[in-house]
């Protein structure tokens, strides 16, 4: 990895674990928006394409849903942990590919992000992430877990 030390490498790593970690939430725990926002870039955009169709839409209007989602009960308690990732970076860019198991009112499923990263404003952030969960005849291969 080209242009990438050792601190650039670790920051980089943390970012998708330390985003699971923020957006979780159940009885005990609240979710953590500041420090989820911290890790993207003010303009980042997130799409989850588990219903097959992509709708990016920006930071803000996902922590809106998910909070909706917990005020109504419709979301009880979700929690996500990366189980494998992979990393490819140069210069003030990288991509990164972060195998995750969640759980959502008690129910365990895995999924994939992706995520691009820069380096913006001295410091690695999220410009934008995607993912998508197993099912519907979908499967994770072994070779991204």
């Not at 989850?48 to 419709?74: C, D, K, Y």
Request: charged share 20%.
């Amino acid at each position: 990895m080209s242009g990438i030390t050792d601190t650039d490498l670790d920051d980089i790593l943390a970012l998708c674990p330390r985003l699971y970690a923020a957006v979780g939430w159940n009885a005990e725990k609240a979710p953590d928006w500041d420090t989820f926002r911290a890790c993207c870039h003010p303009d980042a955009t997130l799409a989850a394409l588990s219903s097959g169709a992509a709708s990016p839409i920006p930071v803000e209007t996902f922590v809106t849903s998910m909070n909706e989602q917990r005020a109504t009960g419709a979301l009880t308690d979700f929690s996500e942990v990366e189980i494998a990732r992979h990393v490819e970076a140069f210069g003030n860019v990288a991509g990164v590919r972060s195998s995750f198991i969640a759980e959502m009112n008690g129910e365990k499923r895995r999924g994939i992000t992706f995520a691009h990263i820069i380096r913006h404003e001295g410091r690695w952030v999220i410009l934008s992430a995607i993912w998508d969960n197993e099912g519907d005849g979908k499967t994770i291969p072994a070779s991204l877990i």
